[in-house]
C-alpha cells in the first residue's frame, strides 16, 4: 500500500523550501478567514493538497516522505490538515531552534529533506490527523467549553489510536441591543486528549475552514496559529532524535 515514488526526493527538496520561507500573505489570509472552502473538489486528498502548494507543500512532501501516497489517493477517511507553518515551526533551524538545533546540539545530523526522518515517524503524526469514514462539521454535536456536562462534545479515536474530543461551538448571535445564544456562526474544534483518564483536559484547536470534500473524504483545516505538529512538537522532535541516535 506504501510505496515511494520517484519524486520522493524532489517533493522533500520542495517541502523544505516552503518551511525554509515560503509563507505569503496569501497562506495567512487562507487560514483566518474562516469559514467554508468550496465544498467539493473534484480529486483526492493527496490531489487537493497538491492544488495548493503554497498551502500545503510541505504536508504533502511528507505524505509521500511516509510512504503513504497510495492511502491518501484511495482510502476514505477524514482529514484535519495542518499546517506547512506547521512543519517548518517542527524543523526550525540550528539559529533559529526547533528539531534542527536540538540535532546541532547533540551534534546528530539535522534534517535536510523529509527522507531524513524515518518514515514510520511521519505516519505515525499524520494518522493523528486521521479518522475513519466521512464526517463534515454538521456530523459532530455540540461542545461548550464552559459547560462540558451539557454540551461536552464527543471522543473520537483517530487513525494512530489516540484519543480526540472533537465538537462543534455555536457561538453566540450579537447584535444591537441582543445576543442569542448559541445562534451564531459554528466552528469546529478538535483536541488531543494526553490522559485518557482526564478526558476534560485538553487544548481544543479551531478548523479555520471545515467541510472540503475531495472524492475520497473530507479535509478540515486546522487553525495553524494554535496547534503545533502532531499536536505534541517536543513528542515529534523526542521521536525523531531517538530515532538518529
Not at 501516497?69 to 482510502?75: K, L, Y
Not at 523529509?114 to 514510520?120: G, K
Not at 473524504?217 to 499536536?231: A, K
Request: glycine residues 10%; proline residues 4%; charged residues 25%.
Amino acid at each position: 500500500m506504501k510505496k515511494l515514488t520517484k519524486n520522493l526526493s524532489i517533493w522533500g527538496m520542495l517541502g523544505i523550501l516552503g518551511f525554509l520561507g515560503i509563507s505569503g500573505c496569501a497562506k495567512d489570509d487562507y487560514y483566518k478567514d474562516g469559514g467554508l472552502a468550496k465544498a467539493e473538489f473534484d480529486g483526492t486528498i493527496l490531489e487537493y493538497l497538491d492544488s495548493k502548494p503554497v498551502l500545503f507543500d510541505s504536508v504533502a512532501a511528507i505524505i509521500r516522505a511516509a510512504e503513504m501516497e497510495e492511502f491518501f489517493n484511495t482510502e476514505e477517511f477524514t482529514f484535519f490538515a495542518p499546517s506547512d507553518r506547521d512543519i517548518k515551526d517542527l524543523i526550525g533551524s540550528k539559529d533559529k531552534g526547533g528539531l534542527n538545533r536540538r540535532l546541532y546540539d547533540n551534534k546528530q545530523d539535522t534534517i535536510k529533506t523529509f527522507t531524513d526522518v524515518d518514515p514510520s515517524i511521519w505516519q505515525r503524526y499524520l494518522y493523528r490527523y486521521m479518522f475513519r469514514g466521512k464526517n463534515k462539521l454538521a456530523d459532530y454535536p455540540q461542545i461548550d467549553f464552559g459547560l462540558l456536562s451539557l454540551f461536552g462534545g464527543q471522543n473520537y479515536r483517530s487513525m494512530a489510536g489516540d484519543i480526540f474530543k472533537i465538537g462543534v461551538v455555536f457561538n453566540d448571535a450579537v447584535g444591537s441591543g441582543s445576543n442569542l445564544k448559541y445562534m451564531g456562526y459554528r466552528q469546529l474544534h478538535v483536541g488531543l486528549i494526553g490522559d485518557p483518564s482526564r478526558p476534560d483536559n485538553f487544548d481544543p484547536v479551531p478548523v479555520s475552514t471545515s467541510d472540503i470534500q475531495p472524492t475520497n473524504g473530507v479535509i478540515h483545516v486546522l487553525d495553524y496559529t494554535r496547534v503545533s505538529f502532531g499536536f505534541d512538537q517536543n513528542q515529534v522532535m523526542n521521536d525523531i532524535i531517538e530515532s538518529k541516535r
